[in-house]
């Protein structure tokens, strides 16, 4: 199941529909940057914002880079819950691996529990260019809703939080411009 926890209070971090929709009891929020991984539509969604048949994309964790996002401090009493909650959330096709990583905050660097591509699962897209990326976002929808509202909520985020994406922007502009 999922990873063995520290003990005491935990970090959570988010950089796609957690910012926005976390779903799980917290007691802080604090912008963290993530160094190594980068965010990145590089998962086929099959579940959540496609089906097998028409699939969309999510986000993923993908090697390279760093990503800004949210760290969420969850009390100790619920870590064990949100901890499994997260599992099954994230891992609905085993396409990322939960892992413990250091994520910078304001108030120093904490551990974080988050979720990062699994390269070797057959839903991993690795690099895709941009029409066939606007292609997936624009077919995409699954028992979450669309692709596009998806990235639309997380650019969104991103924005009231002062962070610039500028490849989810572009992406996010690309469709609006080819579906209208």
């Known amino acids: 199941m999922s990873l063995e926890r520290p003990a005491g209070d935990i970090w959570v971090f988010g950089y796609g529909s957690l910012m926005w929709r976390p779903n799980f009891p917290h007691a802080e929020t604090q912008p963290a940057r993530l160094h190594g991984y980068h965010r990145a539509l590089c998962i086929y969604s099959t579940s959540y914002r496609g089906t097998y048949e028409v699939p969309g994309l999510v986000f993923g964790l993908d090697r390279g880079g760093s990503c800004h996002g949210l760290a969420f401090r969850v009390a100790d009493r619920d870590a064990d819950e949100v901890m499994g909650y997260l599992y099954e959330r994230e891992m609905i096709n085993h396409v990322y691996r939960p892992k413990w990583l250091s994520a910078t905050t304001s108030a120093g660097p904490v551990n974080a529990y988050t979720f990062v591509a699994d390269?070797?699962?057959?839903?991993?897209?690795?690099?895709?260019?941009?029409?066939?990326?606007?292609?997936?976002?624009?077919?995409?929808?699954?028992?979450?809703?669309?692709?596009?509202?998806?990235l639309q909520n997380t650019l969104a985020h991103l924005e009231e939080l002062g962070i610039h994406d500028r490849t989810l922007a572009r992406i996010v502009g690309l469709a609006r411009q080819v579906d209208s």
């Open 119 to 150: 390269t070797s699962n057959e839903q991993y897209t690795g690099k895709l260019d941009e029409a066939e990326t606007v292609k997936l976002v624009l077919q995409g929808c699954g028992i979450s809703g669309t692709c596009i509202e998806y």
